[in-house]
């Protein structure tokens, strides 16, 4: 599919759900011991955004977040995802399990140099499957909104009760009314644990699409990593489907995030390549590893490859040495 040419109104930032994950993207010095480190510096050279998702595993520490900042150009931004217990992925006894004062607080720190810098856009709240639509989850939500009076909050829900024809038209109003962000989903169509494929607008701050594949034998499948759930390379064609809407909502004055967490092998980073390509959000000149990729599933590069530009030089940023564990972890949701 060609490239658009419109004018749009908004921001368009296309980027990946976590950096450390892509294989044949970085090169093979930034794949072992400390120089993993630098695989930031490497993935901000291509793209403008980022979803931190090892959040959701583990709270980091307000110095390793520091790091990620410097690392990064004063125009890149980062969404970040919320810890597992303010999403009630924790469970006792068969119910979700409210986070602790000291989870919250922590949490929140974690937030602090991301915000200080002007480099947060976004918190992700990813609720489970078995966030269901009923009272007490309509509560958690109005209190997640209030647990962030400053910051934009995004929604994303995993369960098809708050899709039906019924629930939509009111789970729409309600964000609306918290005034926080609905995530659209590109995802296996498969049983009750998968959102349909909806682009909505519920706050003027932002709109968000992600994107999980759509291989259907591994949808509710625990592996070790998430690439072994988010086995997909998309087609051009499968990624154009949604185009049109976020088109619409950029057309609208609301700033657009297209996330690709289809991380296995370098498919995510592939496709968000794809992806900038068909909103006329241009990125620089792919890696060769990418540009393999490209050739090996279309038969050819793209003739978007041509036209576009080098990356900038590595930035040389005077900055303390890292910590050990200032890193993305490979791990599964």
């Known amino acids: 599919m060609e490239a658009c040419g419109c004018d749009v109104t908004a921001p368009i930032l296309v980027g990946t759900c976590n950096w450390a994950d892509h294989t044949d993207f970085y090169p093979p010095e930034l794949e072992r011991g400390t120089r993993q480190r630098d695989k930031l510096s490497f993935y901000a050279r291509y793209f403008p955004l980022v979803e931190i998702d090892t959040t959701f595993y583990g709270i980091p520490k307000p110095s390793v977040v520091s790091g990620w900042v410097q690392r990064t150009p004063d125009d890149f931004r980062f969404n970040i995802k919320a ?14 399990r409210r986070p602790t004062s000291d989870e919250e607080r922590d949490f929140l720190a974690a937030l602090e140099p991301l915000r200080d810098s002007g480099k947060l856009v976004a918190v992700h709240y990813q609720f489970p ?14 209190t997640t909104r209030e647990r962030h009076p400053d910051d934009t909050v995004a929604i994303e829900f995993r369960h098809r009760s708050w899709f039906t024809a019924d629930a939509w038209p009111q789970t729409e109003d ?24 909806v682009l909505a607008i519920t706050s003027p701050r932002l709109c968000i699409a992600r994107f999980h594949g759509r291989n259907y034998q591994t949808w509710y499948k625990q592996g070790p990593t998430s690439g072994d ?54 990125l620089p000149r792919p890696p060769e590893p990418v540009l393999a990729t490209l050739a090996a599933r279309d038969g050819r590069e793209p003739d978007w490859v041509a036209g576009s530009e080098p990356p900038p030089e590595p930035a040389r940023a005077d900055r303390p040495e890292a910590a050990e564990d200032d890193d993305q972890l490979r791990l599964s949701l």
Do not use: C
């Open 129 to 142: 499957p078995w966030f269901t639509n009923k009272p007490s989850a309509r509560d958690w939500l109005v």
């Open 83 to 96: 810890y597992r217990s303010l999403t009630g992925h924790e469970r006792e006894q068969g119910h979700a």
């Open 174 to 197: 309600l964000l609306r009314e918290l005034d926080a962000v609905y995530v659209g989903v590109d995802a296996p169509q498969l049983g009750s644990g998968t959102a349909p494929p």
């Open 229 to 282: 759930r988010f086995d997909y390379l998309y087609r051009p064609d499968e990624l154009g489907e949604w185009v049109p809407a976020i088109r619409a909502a950029s057309e609208a004055d609301v700033p657009v995030h297209v996330l690709l967490n289809n991380n296995r092998s370098n498919y995510a980073v592939v496709n968000a390549f794809d992806m900038a390509a068909l909103l006329a959000a241009p």
